[in-house]
């Protein structure tokens, strides 16, 4: 089970990012619907690889993607329309082809967590082959945020 | 002002199509939201086109595109979840290079109005330039649905 | 692990249900996005209920609902856009106050596995308190759909 | 046509928000997907009531609604993943029953137009009925942000 990372990379191996429910987030029991979720989570990967100076889109135009082959939640409290979400995402484990990322999505204003998960992506090539993930994104991958940042800055 | 079609072509230039509301369309109102209707009505779109022979994907295939550059919806009534409503769509002008389709969505129960509205769309090459819409393309959206299908049939 | 029913309930609890990917559900990989499949999921629970009598909307007027507590999904093969999808959708284990669903998701055309995972749902009442799942219903979750249907039916 | 509200009014009357493009809401031609941009106007539109002291949720406990019943967007150019985009939210006219709302969506880093629309919203109380909007309502939809902001801030 590689669903936490040890203590010491705690906080390399974070970024936070905040989102706000949208209206159109949630169903008719009031609260967010749970495939929203998914996007919060992907929302908070692709910060966590920006702040690592991994560009998705640069990526791409190289014919790598990383498309999510595995994807697990568990809701524990409910959000609802207009709350302030933080997305707290961490690279658990990175496999020569694949990296797990978890997810703590928690209430900004008492801290309350609301759902947690993980996502396990692939690195393909175009046509959706398995390609080994190059040397230089996997030292990015378990690296810090490239620009430090204030303590109480998201 | 062409939004609607003269009435010879009425029956021509229509096709329907079935959706019924998921869950996830609803909102905290109870309702569904007002973005999932345009989601209706592409699914109404892909539906007329694939009717008369005309395939998105093949069409993309060769560099052809025809993303929305105008949409325009009225709310008439509510929607709910697990509603079953009739799309309809028309094609209610077609120039050098644009389509403009019209819609209908009705309670397939009641058959009241629920939504109506209309997107213009435009037919563009690789790098979202206009291009012209091939003859063949405009005469098959103007045209009937290819396999006539029964008076009662969806 | 309660993954799998036992095959002698294996059409007993199944239920079928088609729904074709939307252009809107797609990504810019070209293929369905992956959250889009948990909307999948929840079509095929809603139809697998109503096709036992359980209708969520009556339901949630008696004030039970039947929030998602926790979902999983693999990717086995990438879905695009158009493609035709069958999701069968079987109830693995009820419990006291929760159900286990389980879903596979197939390609129409070849019936090639595209996703397959399971979603926990717990029964709470307003205010969202757990409530036990009245023994009517739990008959029903287990039990067969009500109307039979011709073999080659979905 | 009540399209643009007069000049002197212009500042008064806008609120400012920020999004930026996710990947879920891209579609296989690789842009955001017509859809979204409803989203992103109701973003906006939330953030220039909240900045006004109007809140949508206490609104509705008190059996008040505000369901858009017509929407209009013209796409003026295409945004894609990642982008950073700066929705414009103004109020263009306020009757006794209904509110114009009228939004641009800017590219963040050049200020191109994306996309400019409107959405005229009804004031309903529960049963869909409709209700005159309170006065004080009407003040502050027509004023300006609550605390005032510095120039350069969004």
Known sequence: MVWRVSEPDFEARLSRYH????????????????????????????????RRGIDALSWAAQGLHLPVVEARVK??????????????????????????????????????????GNTLLACVGDGHKLRRIPADVVSKLLGP??????????
């Not at 949630?26 to 996007?39: N, S």
């Not at 945020?145 to 998201?154: F, G, T, Y």
């Open 145 to 154: 945020e490239l620009s430090p940042r204030a303590p109480n800055e998201v």
């Open 19 to 50: 989102v706000r429910v949208r209206f159109g987030e949630t169903d008719l029991m009031g609260i967010v619907h749970h495939a929203a979720y998914l996007g919060y989570f992907e929302a908070g990967r692709v910060e966590y690889l920006r």
């Open 75 to 116: 809701y524990r409290r409910t959000a609802r329309f207009d709350d302030e979400l933080v997305v707290e995402t961490r690279v658990a484990k990175v496999s020569r082809v694949t990296v797990d990322f978890t997810y703590r999505i928690l209430d900004l204003a008492d801290q309350q967590l609301i759902t947690e």
